[in-house]
């Protein structure tokens, strides 16, 4: 990670977005205004080039970003819903989600799957490619992913 923007990671993502790929990325685990305190590659999604194709993702409580672990502010894209310690349910390596197999982890890296899959759903299902204003609004309202 880094607070300025990666000059080789720039390029990277100008090759990726060429070939339509998405990059999920998380928020950050600061506790910090993305606005005032930038974090790459979260921050790529507010990059007026290279942010169409890129999602950055923090974890919120009952509406309120997880004061004790998610960075925050308006170069993130999406939320995922989080339990009232801000964990989220991790399924095991073999994809288990029986209860005894889920752990609970806490931070912005374990809301990012979540996106992940779903966007993956949604590329499955709109092949001729990906964008994020698109993806954004045909996210369910009933979904644990939010619009931040």
């Not at 993305?34 to 290279?50: G, I, K, V």
């Not at 960075?71 to 310690?85: C, F, M, P, V, Y």
């Not at 204003?133 to 931040?148: D, E, H, L, Q, T």
Request: aromatic content about 8%.
């Amino acid at each position: 990670t880094s607070r300025t923007p990666i000059p080789v990671f720039d390029e990277v993502m100008r090759r990726a977005n060429a070939v339509n790929m998405v990059l999920v990325a998380s928020a950050g685990n600061k506790r910090e205004d993305l606005d005032l305190h930038p974090y790459y590659p979260a921050c790529y999604a507010d990059h007026s080039e290279l942010g169409n194709n890129v999602i950055t993702v923090t974890s919120k409580y009952k509406g309120t970003v997880c004061q004790n672990f998610s960075n925050a502010g308006t170069k993130i894209d999406l939320t995922i819903r989080a339990n009232e310690l801000c964990n989220h349910g991790v399924p095991n390596a073999l994809g288990d989600t029986t209860a005894s197999a889920i752990r609970m982890l806490n931070g912005t890296s374990y809301a990012t799957p979540y996106v992940t899959a779903d966007i993956i759903k949604y590329l499955l299902k709109n092949p001729s490619g990906f964008s994020k204003a698109r993806y954004i609004s045909s996210i369910p309202v009933v979904s644990n992913i939010k619009k931040y």
